[in-house]
């Protein structure tokens, strides 16, 4: 993989703010959820939250996979104009599906932070306030990252799927 391509699928992820930010939410959501729901299958041993937001994971991946590839089928009809290969196309999806993902754990870590710190703060005046234990644990969060970083796989397929379709003579034919 080309790691200048790669860093321009990076700019090209930003570029489309809205979706961006919609699907960085979403992933937030699904990351935060699914530590949240390993932690109490951990403790109480009822799998199904897991399970459904593993689903939930997967789901959204391939429905991303989906709209990205839609709304960058004229962009790779140009670069197939240009003469790239499949391999340096892949690398764009592969930017844009890891950054979302990567900022949607960064943003989850941002969260966990100040939860655990507004509760040592409140545990910590004389006792007052008993909040209990993070929901956020560190082994079942970090996991949890990994394994949708690894659910994302699905989505680059799809995505990438989808993309080998397309021919460069479509991007003559949408002018």
Same mark, same amino acid.
């Given at each position: 993989?080309? @790691?200048?391509?790669?860093?321009?699928? *990076? !700019?090209?992820?930003?570029?489309?703010?809205?979706?961006?930010?919609?699907?960085?939410?979403?992933?937030?959501? *699904?990351?935060?959820?699914?530590?949240?729901?390993?932690?109490? %299958?951990?403790?109480?041993?009822?799998?199904?939250?897991?399970?459904?937001?593993?689903?939930?994971?997967?789901?959204?991946?391939?429905?991303?996979?989906?709209? $990205?590839?839609?709304?960058?089928?004229?962009?790779?009809?140009? *670069?197939?104009? *240009?003469?790239?290969?499949?391999?340096?196309?892949?690398?764009?999806?592969?930017?844009?599906?890891? $950054?979302?993902?990567?900022?949607?754990?960064?943003?989850?870590?941002?969260?966990?932070?100040?939860?655990?710190?507004?509760?040592?703060?409140?545990?910590?005046?004389?006792?007052?306030?008993?909040?209990?234990?993070?929901?956020?644990?560190? @082994?079942? @969060? @970090? $996991?949890?990252?990994?394994?949708?970083?690894?659910?994302?796989?699905?989505?680059?397929? %799809?995505?990438?799927?989808?993309?080998?379709?397309? !021919?460069?003579?479509?991007?003559?034919?949408?002018?």
């Amino acid at each position: 993989m080309n @790691f200048r391509i790669f860093l321009k699928s *990076l !700019k090209l992820a930003v570029r489309s703010r809205k979706r961006f930010v919609l699907f960085v939410a979403i992933y937030a959501i *699904l990351i935060g959820f699914t530590t949240i729901f390993a932690n109490i %299958v951990y403790k109480t041993g009822n799998g199904w939250g897991v399970i459904g937001s593993l689903i939930s994971t997967v789901g959204t991946a391939v429905v991303y996979g989906l709209l $990205l590839s839609g709304y960058r089928k004229m962009q790779v009809a140009t *670069l197939r104009c *240009l003469g790239w290969d499949f391999s340096n196309i892949q690398s764009l999806f592969i930017g844009e599906l890891i $950054l979302v993902t990567v900022v949607a754990f960064l943003v989850d870590l941002e969260i966990a932070i100040h939860q655990i710190g507004l509760i040592y703060y409140f545990t910590g005046l004389a006792g007052i306030v008993q909040l209990g234990e993070p929901l956020f644990q560190p @082994f079942w @969060f @970090f $996991l949890t990252f990994f394994i949708t970083l690894g659910i994302q796989c699905i989505g680059i397929y %799809v995505a990438y799927y989808k993309m080998k379709k397309v !021919k460069p003579m479509e991007a003559l034919r949408k002018v």
